[in-house]
């Protein structure tokens, strides 16, 4: 499974990507107003910022929700970068955008995945990726889990290339069932992807190692 972090932090970026395990990037709109990068050209320099650390798809979401504006700005930042990933929402206009960029070879990532209808069409439209949101399905007594279980079935019953990005992840949890259903991806913030490597015992036994050494080697 591809991990990704979900995140236009470039400091945790950067962590992420020194841990050696890091495949991509996820950003939208709210988590780039959240790092005060505001504007257009800022916006766009900030892609080639996270680009220029991550060598893997990095997905840019586009604002319009018109054809031809989702056309335009698509086209503009699948030019940033050869690893940038158009992420486009799923709505009437998104799937017709995701045809025109499959045509023309530029990868998109249907986002706001909340069925497997909605899957289905991105998939028959030809998006690279689709993003099922688990986190928020969860957070309305939903689960998330059991739509992308769905989803991995629907796909592979007609070995679609659509790969599954499991989105809004929110704990170690979550990766480890994505892992088990055989999502290709999962995008979630450093703290997830850091709370993989822990255990009370792995410390225990390290600080009882140590210790050990210590003691024979005074
Ligand atoms: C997907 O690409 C989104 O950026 C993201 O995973 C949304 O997650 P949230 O529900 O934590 O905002």
Known sequence: MKFFIDTANLAEIREANELGILD????????MAKEGITGANNILKHYVDICNIVDGPV???VIATDLEGMIREGEE???????????IPMIPEGIKAIKYFDKKGIK?????????GQALL????????????LGRLDDVSTDG?????????IYDNYAFDTQILAA??????HIIHCAEIGSDVMTGPLSAIKAL????LTDLGLQQFLADHAKGNK
């Open 24 to 31: 991509g990037v996820t950003t939208n709109p709210s988590l």
């Open 59 to 61: 997905s840019a979401e």
């Open 77 to 87: 930042l699948a030019e940033l970068h050869k690893n940038i990933v158009v992420k």
């Open 108 to 116: 998109t990532n249907c986002t706001l995945i909340f069925s497997a």
């Open 122 to 133: 991105a998939a028959k439209a030809g998006a690279t990726y689709i993003s099922p949101f």
């Open 145 to 153: 889990l059991a739509l992308i279980e769905q989803i991995r079935l």
């Open 168 to 173: 809004s992840v929110r704990h170690p949890m």
């Open 197 to 200: 490597a822990k255990h009370p």
